[in-house]
Each structure stands twice: as structure tokens, then as C-alpha cells.
Antibody, heavy 122, light 111 residues
Framework: QVQLQESGPGLVKPSETLSLTCAVS?????????WGWIRQPPGKGLEWIGS???????YYNPSLKSRVTISVDTSKNQFSLKLSSVTAADTAVYYC???????????????WGQGTLVTVSS | EIVLTQSPGTLSLSPGERATLSCRAS???????LAWYQQKPGQAPRLLIY???SRATGIPDRFSGSGSGTDFTLTISRLEPEDFAVYYC????????????FGQGTKLEIK
């Protein structure tokens, strides 16, 4: 059973860089799939941030691309998110998830981590 | 970028009733690349439907998805108490680079 767990600071100061890690258990990242980050501001909807393959190939939401870096560490079976120059608008629950894909059905996210709240405040 | 609009914003129904949730896209969704998720308070979203109509593993058959092009529907045939939650649709855009967008959600509440 695949499980994902996010970790990282719960409080980040404005203009600094948000850094989160997603540890994967029950499945080797090197075996395949893309792995993604999605966020949800308090009381609001979901926003996809970006995704990465075990090879390191990435693609990002154009609205965040200039500030986002996603990387993978297959030796630790985890992948990471960095979001630079954060503001209060980046306050959200951040989720990591495995990205499924099939040419007939497209892409989707399953399973998800439990999420971690990151607050941007001085 | 494809924008997904879900309606209604809130749906008030009783257990045992049938729920019909709508997701409309601003332009045609490639090859029915549409998914549905359920989210309960304090929990992560759970995948229900992918490819517009394929149920995810372990999802009860009272959940069904349909539609193509710009209009998609999630139907819950007979509501159980545990079905009251927020539901999101999500589309996958395959034009390079790939892109995901979500609808704003429909809250299904007990009447």
C-alpha cells in the first residue's frame, strides 16, 4: 500500500523560501509514475503546483513556474518542493500525491498524503 | 488554460436521495481527461472517478461519472451519510507542457 507523508516547517517568513519533502513508502519512486504537489488555501479550492518523474523530468503550473522547484531523491525515496519569495497568498495546506496516467483516461492523483499546513507570516 | 466551473455551489439533500453534480469546462476537455475527488473536513481529497467514467479502486458503485467535451456529471445514486462532503472535478490538459486544473468545488450537505 502506497503511503505519502509531507514534512517541513509550518511557518515561513514573507520573501523566504518554503521547503517541503514528501516521503513515499510502499512503492519505489524509481519504479515509475510522476509525483505531484497540490495546495489548498484555507477554506478554498485545490491548485496543482507541479510534478516530477523519477528521472528528474518536471512540469509546473505556469502561474507558479518562476518560483517553483521540484526535485527527487530516489535513494531516500522522496521528492521535494521549494517555493521562493513567498507571501501570505502562499499560506495553504500542501499535499503530495502520486500521479496516475493513462493515454485513454488522462492524469489523476491517487493516493494523497495527509497534507501539511504552511503559514506565511512574520 | 481550461477553467472548470462546478454547479451548484452547495447541494442540500437527504440520505437516500440521488445527487447530481455538474462540472462545465471553458473549452473541450481532451479525450474525457476528467477526474472527480471527494474531500471531507480535515482530510486529503480521495479519487473517485478518472477518465470521466472509470471508478477508482474501492469506490462504491453508487458513484458514477459521465459526460464528454465540456459537460461532465458526477452522480451518487443513493446518498449514504458518509457521502456528505465537498466534491472537486479536475481536468488534465495534455498539450505540452501538461497542465492540471481543478473546479472550485460543490459542497454536498445534509438537508
Amino acid at each position: 500500500q502506497v503511503q505519502l507523508q509531507e514534512s517541513g516547517p509550518g511557518l515561513v517568513k514573507p520573501s523566504e523560501t518554503l521547503s517541503l519533502t514528501c516521503a513515499v513508502s510502499g512503492y519505489s519512486i524509481s519504479s515509475g509514475y510522476y509525483w505531484g504537489w497540490i495546495r489548498q488555501p484555507p477554506g478554498k479550492g485545490l491548485e496543482w503546483i507541479g510534478s516530477i518523474y523519477h528521472s528528474g523530468s518536471t512540469y509546473y503550473n505556469p502561474s507558479l513556474k518562476s518560483r517553483v522547484t521540484i526535485s527527487v531523491d530516489t535513494s531516500k525515496n522522496q521528492f521535494s518542493l521549494k517555493l521562493s519569495s513567498v507571501t501570505a497568498a502562499d499560506t495553504a495546506v500542501y499535499y503530495c500525491a502520486r500521479e496516475g496516467y493513462d493515454i485513454l483516461t488522462g492524469g489523476w492523483f491517487d493516493p494523497w498524503g495527509q497534507g501539511t499546513l504552511v503559514t506565511v507570516s512574520s | 488554460e481550461i477553467v472548470l466551473t462546478q454547479s451548484p455551489g452547495t447541494l442540500s439533500l437527504s440520505p437516500g436521495e440521488r445527487a447530481t453534480l455538474s462540472c462545465r469546462a471553458s473549452q473541450s476537455v481532451s479525450s474525457s481527461y476528467l477526474a472527480w475527488y471527494q474531500q471531507k473536513p480535515g482530510q486529503a481529497p480521495r479519487l473517485l472517478i478518472y477518465g470521466a467514467s472509470s471508478r477508482a479502486t474501492g469506490i462504491p458503485d453508487r458513484f458514477s461519472g459521465s459526460g464528454s467535451g465540456t459537460d461532465f456529471t458526477l452522480t451518487i445514486s443513493r446518498l449514504e451519510p458518509e457521502d456528505f462532503a465537498v466534491y472537486y472535478c479536475q481536468q488534465y490538459g495534455s498539450s505540452p507542457p501538461p497542465m492540471y486544473t481543478f473546479g472550485q468545488g460543490t459542497k454536498l450537505e445534509i438537508k
